[in-house]
């Protein structure tokens, strides 16, 4: 092709190269189509075969077997309520530290950096950095032992809550950043205008959260909702660090039934499990965020 | 000119005294930015610190209580020991190609498509790119556990390439979409410049788009290659003794001590800080809310 491939279609000639403009976009984008049906959609077919069949014949025995763990209801619970605690804690931090790197502080360069480090941390070492924290002789308990209180066994398998606590904390610390980020890359989409016009009315900082900062941010923070709800539900590795597999999570157990105990079908069932609650969860969302009617396009 | 003398005692008598309240205001207002400011700071940095000190203390110092807060005695016996340990360097080493395949194939695959979102309006792309973000609302699970039979069967079991195809998978989205941004970011003006110049379209592409786009394709690049690295699920469901960083640590929880877990979060921690410092330009464009 030369210079007249690009005149060419201007003036309505050389179909050939029309059609190769217009084919262009399609050819870029197909390997990546192709790769993502191919090693999404494969093992997602065949994982729903394990989980459902046996030997051929459907059956729901590998059901049974997970429901069957002693440690499945705990698995279940521990894994939503960490959602129901995590997610609203990080998005009022993030949305807070947000509101704090937009005032200018001075320095805000440098705390917006040491601010996303943990975006970088994987959740493994942050519950290895944790174990450091909360271990029986670790920095929390030597703290503490300054003002005499005695030692607290934060990971012990009989201290359920504490044990839910560094958890959070944890996760809170490694996974802020992430929604953070999404938070601020927001922002600098919204103009300024609007909270100053609001300010000068004389609008109080909660009804401009209320009414013009938030609603405004709305589409950073669904996306950043969906993308944290479906991460959140695959944090296993900060647990396993903190308490080994004394606080049972779902993925936590797939990986348990799959690697440890050779039982794939039953880890299967535990991944299909995940799957359906994180669509459940993308849905909600989807649906809870929906723009309001009027909301889109002025007009009418 | 005509009252060259001071005026300010007459001026300030007639006029009403100044309301210093809103500067009071805005100033308290600053300081308890800045406090905020610091403490979230100092709650991000302290748990960094503390696994430093930690990885630099002696296997004694470890087992202290109560603790030293500042360093005493410091030594690298600790993380040594670790390197030393077998499997510790092989495990490095199996990351470090894990992430450089996940890297190249993502760019491959994933780049073209990021240049044919941000040049084209073409039909279907608005389904593409919500396929993309639902590939990315997909637990890992539900892919690497029927993958470990699957990869048995082809023989992609326990190798590099297998948990490089899934960390593919999983990085694709987001080569994407960083792609795209940084295409985007290059005028369309230059690009057509080449073209009417008589370069053909990969020409303008080689020469004129491309060396635009390099610092934020390398910087895509990285991202994708700590996506990686962090990797563990998917590393430890699909090998077995070929095993990354992430992969080794996991499966070694219960049976190491302390002093081998605190060096082992050490070392994962380390490149994050690397990756934040080259990466923070582009931190901000890579979610897919910008371009939508």
Not at chain 1, 162 to 182: C, H
Not at chain 2, 20 to 31: I, T
Not at chain 2, 52 to 57: D, E, R, V
Request: glycine share 6%.
């Amino acid at each position: 092709m030369t210079t007249a491939a690009v005149f060419d279609v201007e003036a309505g000639t050389g179909r050939r190269a029309r059609w190769g403009r217009l084919a262009a976009p399609y050819l870029l984008v197909l390997p990546s189509a192709l790769f993502v049906t191919l090693v999404f959609g494969w093992p997602i077919v065949s994982g729903l075969g394990d989980a459902f069949t046996d030997g051929g014949a459907l059956t729901l025995t590998h059901w049974r077997r997970m429901v069957a763990d002693q440690q499945f209801w705990p698995a279940v619970r521990n894994t939503l309520l960490l959602i129901a605690v995590i997610i609203p804690l990080q998005f009022a931090f993030a949305v807070g530290m947000a509101l704090l790197l937009q005032a200018r502080p001075r320095l805000s360069g440098l705390y917006f950096y040491i601010w996303v480090v943990p975006l970088a941390v994987s959740d493994l070492a942050a519950g290895l950095v944790w174990l450091s924290i909360f271990a029986d002789r670790g920095y929390l308990n030597s703290f503490l032992d300054w003002f005499g209180v005695d030692l607290v066994e934060w990971l012990s398998y009989q201290n359920t809550n504490t044990m839910f606590l560094a958890v959070v904390v944890a996760e809170i610390w490694r996974a802020t950043s992430l929604v953070l980020v999404i938070v601020v890359a927001g922002m600098q989409l919204v103009p300024r205008d609007y909270d100053e016009a609001a300010q000068v009315f004389g609008a109080s900082f909660w009804q401009r959260m209320r009414h013009v900062v938030l609603p405004q941010l709305k589409p950073s923070l669904q996306v950043a909702l969906i993308l944290r709800t479906i991460l959140a539900l695959q944090t296993f590795a900060v647990a396993q660090a903190l308490t080994g597999e004394n606080f049972p999570l779902l993925v936590g157990k797939s990986y348990q039934w799959t690697v440890r105990l050779y039982d794939q079908p039953v880890g299967s069932a535990f991944a299909t499990l995940l799957l359906a609650i994180a669509t459940a969860f993308s849905i909600a969302y989807l649906w809870l965020l929906r723009p309001a009617r009027g909301e889109r396009g002025g007009g009418r | 000119m005509t009252r060259p003398a001071s005026p300010v005692g007459n001026a300030t008598t007639r006029l009403p005294p100044v309301d210093l309240a809103p500067l009071r205001r805005h100033r308290r207002r600053r300081v308890l930015v800045q406090v905020a400011a610091l403490a979230a700071t100092a709650f991000m940095v302290t748990p960094l610190y503390l696994i430093t000190l930690s990885a630099f203390s002696t296997r004694d110092a470890l087992n202290s209580f109560p603790k030293s807060f500042l360093p005493r005695d410091v030594t690298t016996s600790t993380v040594t020991r670790f390197l030393d340990t077998t499997g510790v360097l092989e495990s490095f080493r199996t990351s470090l190609i894990v992430g450089l395949q996940t890297l190249v194939l993502s760019l491959v695959i994933g780049a073209p498509a990021g240049y044919a979102v941000a040049r084209w309006v073409f039909r279907g792309r608005d389904l593409y790119q919500i396929g993309l973000l639902l590939i990315r609302a997909l637990p890992i699970a539900v892919l690497a556990v029927p993958l470990s039979v699957i990869f048995l069967e082809i023989n992609l079991y326990d190798t590099t390439y297998g948990v490089a195809l899934v960390h593919t998978g999983l990085a694709l989205p987001t080569t994407v979409l960083i792609t795209a941004s940084v295409f985007v970011s290059v005028p369309h003006d230059l690009e057509e410049a080449a073209l009417l110049f008589g370069c053909t379209r990969a020409g303008a592409f080689r020469r004129v788009v491309l060396p635009m786009a390099l610092p934020g394709v390398a910087a895509s690049s990285i991202f994708t290659f700590v996506l990686s690295w962090n990797e563990v699920f998917a590393a430890g469901v699909l090998t077995l003794r070929d095993r990354t960083l992430p992969a080794l640590m996991l499966s070694q929880l219960s049976q190491s001590g302390l002093d081998y877990r605190f060096a082992g979060g050490f070392a994962m921690v380390v490149p994050s800080l690397v990756f934040i410092a080259i990466m923070r330009r582009y931190l901000l464009n890579m979610w897919g809310s910008t371009i939508r």
